[in-house]
């Protein structure tokens, strides 16, 4: 598998590349179909690929921070990026000075003056420049000037005839609606994280759990889920089953801060789970499954042990 570099923006790329521009969050079909096509043009042509993004989100910039929540954090991205075979992701920061740049100067100071790019995919929903000027007509002009390869991306059609959005991805999400989602993501949402220490109350309960840092909120309604775990960065680790609450922990007085805790109960080596070993400082990567329920408080402690168990019940009956 390729490992997809990351470069920011300003520095160069001195390899003969074609690059496609664009937010890409979600790595969503729509996108994937974009990316193999660039992977697809650039094998033949013997050329590098390159993904040309932006940080923060636009949206964020020119809406003053009210900007969608991110599908795909940047190592998610990355590593879905490996996967496609993409060998460089171009990271571009996003300022009200970046949005005043007309396509032609964008493409000259943020594209041709750092990339030894000979080639554009325009993708099907791409705009650039000031006003959202550089329509994919008005770029394929330019780029022709300039004496580079364009094509234009093929439009990606879901089963149901429309197109993949990360926004309608969003919704679903926030829905809690997780099934759909990975319909249109072509797999499972994931969460990936840092193992921390927590106050060691699920250990308390004897449910112990892995509590994941967040480094920004999730678009993911609030509740317990099914998701299968595995360590990402051990070779060959086992993927666990796993129940996995997003929430607040209603029922202890004082918690507020969202938070993310996988209990893994168990896997095919080791099916009578849960794990026990110090775990702290790896990252888990979750795979969400299946919506179970809303988060609640519960009147007792008691209570919420017996709710903890029939998760874990329903859990394993979905694995079975």
Request: proline share 5%; net charge neutral.
């Amino acid at each position: 598998m390729t490992s997809t570099k990351l470069l920011r923006a300003p520095s160069s790329y001195p390899h003969d590349c074609l690059c496609t521009i664009g937010n890409f969050d979600g790595i969503h079909q729509g996108h994937r179909a974009v990316l193999q096509q660039l992977e697809q043009c650039c094998r033949s042509q013997g050329k590098r690929s390159v993904v040309i993004s932006f940080s923060p989100h636009p949206a964020k910039v020119l809406r003053a921070g009210d900007g969608p929540l991110t599908i795909t954090p940047l190592r998610t991205t990355l590593h879905l990026l490996s996967e496609l075979g993409i060998d460089l992701l171009y990271l571009v920061r996003f300022s009200q000075q970046l949005a005043e740049l007309s396509p032609r100067e964008f493409l000259d100071r943020v594209v041709e003056q750092h990339l030894a790019c000979s080639g554009l995919l325009i993708g099907p929903d791409l705009r650039i420049g000031k006003d959202r000027a550089g329509t994919p007509e008005v770029i394929r002009e330019i780029v022709l000037e300039k004496g580079w390869w364009c094509e234009q991306a093929e439009v990606f059609v879901g089963e149901d005839g429309e197109k993949t959005s990360s926004r309608t991805i969003r919704e679903l999400l926030l829905r809690g609606d997780v099934a759909a989602a990975r319909v249109l993501l072509g797999r499972p949402y994931e969460i990936w994280g840092k193992i921390v220490a927590g106050d060691a109350r699920g250990r308390t309960l004897g449910f112990p759990t892995a509590n994941i840092h967040l480094k920004e909120s999730l678009p993911l309604r609030k509740g317990v889920y099914i998701a299968e775990a595995h360590f990402s960065e051990r070779a060959n680790s086992p993927k666990y089953r796993t129940v996995v609450n997003v929430g607040c922990r209603p029922t202890f007085a004082g918690e507020s801060k969202l938070s993310v805790e996988a209990h893994l109960f168990g896997s095919k080596e080791c099916p009578d789970g849960p794990i026990s070993e110090d775990c702290y400082g790896e990252r888990l990567r979750l795979r969400i499954h299946q919506f179970l329920r809303e988060e609640q408080q519960f009147p007792s402690v008691k209570e919420l042990v017996s709710q903890i168990k029939a998760d874990i019940s329903d859990a394993k009956d979905f694995f079975s």
